[in-house]
Nanobody
Framework: QVKLVESGGGLVQPGGSLRLSCAASGSIFRVYFMAWYRQAPGKQRELVAV???????TYADSAKGRFTISRDNAKNTVALQMNSLKPEDTALYYC???????????????WGQGTQVTVSS
């Protein structure tokens, strides 16, 4: 069994910073891409950033220049450093990844439980 646990959300003023973390644990054989999505009230879930197993990164236009995604392959963790936060960044942020467990020959897609980010003065 594989589990994703997120942390780091909270309330921050506009222009502030937050760092989200996501740790994968369990019977892990291989971790593929790791990504962050977000969903604001009344809106569809959207991709924020993704990092490949090799370290290549892709960002949504809204995140470019302000957010940085990084991963630690030894610890099976992914982080999202968010700077210059805006009220429109307010959302529930989810970690997402494909992981092949030690008992499977194929990867499974996993979602974290979500962590709330609120940007408000």
């Amino acid at each position: 069994q594989v589990k994703l646990v997120e942390s780091g959300g909270g309330l921050v003023q506009p222009g502030g910073s937050l760092r989200l973390s996501c740790a994968a644990s369990g019977s892990i054989f291989r971790v593929y891409f790791m990504a962050w999505y977000r969903q604001a009230p009344g809106k569809q879930r959207e991709l924020v950033a993704v990092v490949s197993s090799g370290g290549s990164t892709t960002y949504a236009d809204s995140a470019k220049g302000r957010f940085t995604i990084s991963r630690d392959n030894a610890k099976n963790t992914v982080a999202l450093q968010m700077n210059s936060l805006k009220p429109e960044d307010t959302a529930l942020y989810y970690c997402n990844t494909n992981i092949q467990s030690t008992t499977s020959t194929l990867p499974t897609n996993y979602w974290g439980q979500g962590t709330q980010v609120t940007v408000s003065s």
